[in-house]
């Protein structure tokens, strides 16, 4: 899954795709690249970010959104928690709608999915991006957000969206501490076996930047490459990033090493 952020203030890329040429060559880019699944978000989530209004949410993903989905055959996900911004990017063609609050921050969201066939990303997060990162706090980190995605799963399908519709994330970096993160890559098979496909989005993030002693996000790049083998070592369905080239590129030698053939 390719990012393609919309956003003046994305924590690592704010502000580089904000003309919608410039955000519409940077997501077909990710296509040549070798993304199978674009993910366009208009609102950041960053730590102590703030909700942005509907209307400057629909304002810098629709003109994208309507330009790009007769170009590239691709699904499309879109990154939003309101009902309004989900259900005009449905009408545009949007395949999958990635709810960071796991559909819990709009009361009209579910019945918006339900209305529908689209693909549900169902991401934990503990706490709001404003204040998540402040104090996180977990006795068990990995039950607790199995625990939390178990229920969600369940109260999502009794508001009519099938359980096949549905992708699990763990979040990685939504109120969570780098051992909270840790914990959870480290034991994924706990969130497998709630039966659905899994998600992971760790691309360029805090915790990978606290482990290289990194502070530039731009240059997390050996942490997003450990992650993606991680994650495929682990049988993670979609891997979430920012640097599609080169997660395909290492995946591309990755695969020749381990094919046996010289
Ligand atoms: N991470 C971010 C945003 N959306 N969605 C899912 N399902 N999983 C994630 O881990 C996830 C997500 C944060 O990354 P980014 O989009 O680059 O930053 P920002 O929220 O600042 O735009």
């Given amino acids: 899954m390719g990012i393609v952020n919309l956003t003046p203030d994305s924590f690592s890329d704010g502000g580089l795709h904000l003309d919608p040429d410039t955000a519409l060559a940077h997501a077909m880019r990710l296509v040549e690249e070798g993304a199978n699944l674009l993910d366009l978000g208009a609102e950041s989530t960053r730590p102590g970010s703030l909700p942005v209004a509907t209307a400057d949410e ?10 790009l989905r007769p170009r590239v055959s691709v699904p499309i996900s879109v990154d939003t928690t309101k009902a309004e911004v989900a259900r005009a990017a449905l009408d545009l063609g949007a395949d999958v709608i990635n709810d960071t609050s796991g559909v819990r921050a709009d009361p009209d969201m579910a019945a918006v999915l339900a ?3 689209c693909g549900v990303v169902v991401m934990h997060m503990q706490g709001t991006p404003r204040t998540m990162q402040q104090a996180p706090s977990y006795d068990d980190v990995v039950g607790e957000v199995a625990a939390w995605l178990a229920e ?23 109120g969570k501490r780098l051992p909270h993160n840790l914990a959870l890559l480290q034991h994924l098979d706990r969130l497998q076996a709630l039966g659905r496909p899994l998600l992971v989005g760790a691309s360029r993030k805090a915790f990978l930047g606290e482990l290289l002693a990194e502070p530039l996000a731009t240059a997390r790049l050996a942490g997003d490459l450990a992650v993606a083998a991680h994650a495929r070592a682990a049988g993670v369905d979609i891997l979430r990033v920012h640097d599609v080239r080169a997660v395909q590129g290492f995946y591309r030698v990755l695969d020749a090493l381990e094919s046996g053939e010289a």
């Fill in 58 to 67: 629909l304002h810098r993903l629709l003109p994208v959104l309507r330009q």
């Fill in 115 to 117: 209305g529908s066939d």
């Fill in 152 to 174: 969600r799963l369940l109260t999502l399908t009794q508001a009519g969206i099938a359980a096949q519709r549905i992708i699990l994330d763990p979040g990685i970096g939504f």
